[in-house]
């Protein structure tokens, strides 16, 4: 890892989340004196394969990875509170993931102490595999589950009236350990290495108060954010994401994607509400069907993107227009049609999507597909745009396996911590 | 996908190829006239973010992928030829996936017709999501499983001797269908879609000929191949393939890479053995190892790299210098003395592995750890090296899941197709 310590936050991990990283729990190691040895200093050489040195701040209004430009990869998990994890343990816990996530996202080790060469005498705080990395944009971004607000943690009379688990919808075949959880957290990155990291560091510094429940890869991002980002391609080999909410379009990012302040309850006033949808999609049949059914299909033509109804691929799409024969060129029931905003009184939300491929199954498909990442101002703007789906021509080849979603407190104040707001 | 179409093969796909294409297997969709539109001439625009536009030729003395500069992304894949596949069927499907790979490594689409924007009438040739992405340093590299040689294709008599399934070592704990495959290819390309792209692609040309046995996504080399590229880290965040043959190490690849004239059997001179092991890292375990017990069972300090016999990271290891006490500076039992090519008479392996996160196991443990690919002159040089391995220290972090060997054909000869020297 590269990068000088600009913002650098102070204080250190939390005594319980030194125990998890020194192993305490698991056999009583003893810590050696002096584990304050210089970070990075004899590894601090960039990877000439990696260049992207870009630094997002982790501190700020609105948490990163929401409107940061979509980065190359992802690794997500969601986490479940351990039993017997008290209010306290979920602060600190807060205070240490914010804190790691403060150095991780500026290219530096998980903490100040205790690093790859510090004491030999206790484990390195920090893995290494991301050591001589650049920052690569890391982005690490965390929400709350609607368990948080059971009756463990005194929250219940904070929990946001519209934080729900997603009703069951068309198509759904959920695996209950690939879905849910009490937090989670989405790390972006240009480099798979520097995500995965991150997610590692931060389960570890979370033994014994949170644990993984499902996790999930993802390359090729599925959306674009910003207008000079190209619209990428899914796993259908169709652009996706054309429409998507533009991170500079403000008035959209108002109306649609941030928890405002006359919203209920304040805490949550400039974060947001994050669905995560695992989507398998069956490749094997898609790739049978005819040119002109898969743009059916779709609405779109496959090779530039542009709705069937005519022009070029940020034309706006036409639902009148006729085509072949009495039918609309658009078909009715055409993945971009029952999408569009024009049929959700205008609402919109902002994807944040990757491609996935868990390798193949037991009868030798793809496990690929849609790993749908979408943040709302409200979940009711997800559920009506899925709903209107259900007589989606594309959910024929679409199968949920997992869901789950989060309220995701604004950005974190220099100095202070993550979903701090929740607390006070 | 960009890129001009110099060495443009001829031919295209066999009769059978297209039939797996067309879905004629599933269903009998009609194939309509005049499907050799042009090719990606509407979709040609490069994806800014993906700055690769490498191109590695497909046609060679070798096969691309083994001295290749090592990509940063691979999906690997083993097939089983299907119940009734005959030799001609085999000869076919060497012959397309041979064509497919030369235009696909050329930034191109999968064949000459049928295209994204061919008929509208036939299902795309080409799946689609690479269209726009360039070559990506994509190689493309096929190997024979031991299961080639049976009864089935009137090959025995050209099996190497020395192809066979690798003995069970010291902490196997295969999976059956994560092992073994008649067939492999191994897509390496710095772009993890365009290396999903070819392995997808090259499945599908396969259908009813061949099918997918078991298959990995890799990342973050873990090994180097030339001079200036920089050592990656493993996940036990140690950096990995310090000692690799290097590409441009004429002497060390005949020696040790390449199957000579000299060897038997002749139509696989210029070719290379193949081992693929899945390698489970106890990631959780290895963490709350102290930083000097990490090092002791590497050999190695984390930092920088070096031996503990002292200097950096290309000196050689000393292991005769004391360390402290009456022990050597580098463990007897460390992974670098027993791997070291001076206990093995100098025989050496050319290493080409990478990371995997294969999400997360029901415990919650990451499930995690390098995808080990070898090339190597014989088998027993592998076999070797592994067998002294038994009482590396780092074995016990370790479980090998999968396991698998092929004989990796030389390169094909311009308008020749991939391992055609069997046949003839």
């Known amino acids: 890892m590269t990068g000088t310590e600009h913002a650098q936050p102070r204080g250190g991990l ?5 125990l998890g990283l020194l192993g305490a729990g698991a056999g009583g190691l003893v810590v050696g004196g002096g584990a304050g040895a210089a970070i990075g200093a004899s590894v601090g050489s960039a990877n000439a394969s990696s260049s992207s040195g870009t630094v997002h701040p982790f501190y700020g209004e609105h948490q990163a990875g929401i409107t940061t430009p979509v980065q190359e990869h992802l690794h997500f998990a969601a986490y479940d509170l351990a039993e017997g994890t008290t209010r306290d343990d979920l602060v600190s816990l807060l205070k240490d993931w914010s804190y790691a996530a403060s150095r991780m996202t500026q290219g ?9 060469d510090g004491s030999p005498q206790a484990p390195p705080d920090d893995t290494g595999e991301a050591l001589g990395l650049p920052a690569s944009a890391l982005t690490i ?8 607000f059971d009756e463990r943690f005194g929250l219940a009379a904070r929990k946001p009236a519209e934080l729900a688990q997603l009703p069951r919808f068309v198509g759904d075949q959920l695996d209950p350990m690939g879905s849910y959880g009490d937090l989670c957290i989405q790390a972006c990155a240009d480099d798979p290495q520097v995500a995965v990291h991150a997610i590692r560091n931060l389960s570890r510094i979370a033994f014994g108060r949170a644990q993984i429940r499902w996790s999930q890869l993802g390359f090729g991002r599925t959306s674009k954010t910003t207008v000079d980002q190209s619209t990428p ?10 429409a998507n909410i533009l991170a500079d379009d403000a008035d959209a990012l108002k ?18 509400y994050l669905v995560a949808r695992k989507i398998r999609m069956t490749i094997e049949v898609w790739d049978r069907l005819r040119l002109a059914e898969q743009e059916r299909t779709i609405g779109r033509n496959k090779g530039e993107g542009a709705p069937l109804s005519g022009g070029g691929e940020f034309t706006e799409p036409d639902f009148h227009k006729a085509g072949a024969g009495a039918d609309p060129a658009i078909d009715s029931h055409s993945h ?6 024009d049929f959700h009184r205008g609402v919109r ?23 749908f990442l979408s943040y709302q101002r409200r979940p ?11 007589t989606d021509l594309m959910s024929e080849y679409l199968v949920h396996v997992g869901s789950a979603i989060f309220a995701v407190p604004p950005g974190p104040k220099q100095g202070s911590y993550v979903g701090s707001g929740l607390f006070t």
Chains 1, 2 share one sequence.
């Not at 939390?14 to 030194?18: E, I």
């Not at 971009?336 to 905003?341: D, E, T």
């Open 141 to 148: 971004t965390f929400g709350f589950g609607p368990g948080l």
């Open 349 to 371: 939300i902002l994807r944040r999507g990757y491609n996935f491929v868990d390798g193949n199954d037991d009868l030798g498909q793809l496990s690929a597909g849609l790993f």
């Open 380 to 390: 009711d703007q997800f559920i009506g745009i899925q709903r209107a789906l259900a």
């Open 233 to 242: 391609r899914n796993l259908f080999g169709f652009k996706d994401g054309t």
């Open 255 to 272: 109306k649609d994607v941030w928890v405002a302040d006359s919203d209920a309850p304040g805490w949550l006033s400039g974060g947001s």
């Open 336 to 341: 971009v049609r029952l999408a569009h905003p």
């Open 14 to 18: 939390s005594r319980r989340g030194m």
């Open 108 to 116: 530096l080790q998980v903490s100040a102490s205790g690093a790859v």
